[in-house]
């Protein structure tokens, strides 16, 4: 099977990062989203993750989610899911794992509670 995966640094100011991630997050694609997500700790230890346009996620691909919060969290940062789609909130769900990464509606709802509010869009 042929997956593609987008990772995208779209915005930053200070701490913070927006990473948009489209397409299929799965055994593939998960390495390199990783790779480039924890690169992009180096100067933004706050992560925003877009993932309106995200199609899939398998088990490969959520697991990289949680490595790249544990990653964050080591670097003294956070990991923020803005607009994740319906079978990600479920696996999240399921697993527990919401308590651990803050899931916001929107990427502006997750952008205001990103790294204490201090993005301002700009």
């Known amino acids: ?4 995966l987008h990772v995208e640094l779209t915005e930053s100011h ?14 593939g694609t ?8 924890t690169a992009a700790l180096e100067r933004h230890p706050v992560l925003v993750l877009d993932l309106a346009r995200l199609a899939f996620c398998d088990s ?3 697991n990289a989610l949680l490595r790249l919060r544990r990653r964050t969290q080591e ?7 803005a607009a994740p789609p319906g079978h990600l909130l479920r696996l999240l769900a399921l697993t527990g794992a919401e ?13 205001a509670s990103a790294g204490g509010g201090a993005f301002d869009g700009g």
């Open 75 to 81: 670097a003294g940062g956070e990991v923020v899911l």
């Open 14 to 27: 200070d701490r913070t990062a927006v990473i948009t991630v489209a397409g299929d997050l799965d055994l």
């Open 99 to 111: 308590a651990v990464l803050p899931v916001h509606g929107s990427l502006s709802e997750a952008l």
């Open 60 to 62: 490969s691909g959520f």
């Open 1 to 4: 099977m042929n997956t593609t």
């Open 30 to 37: 998960a390495p390199d989203f990783y790779q480039q997500t």
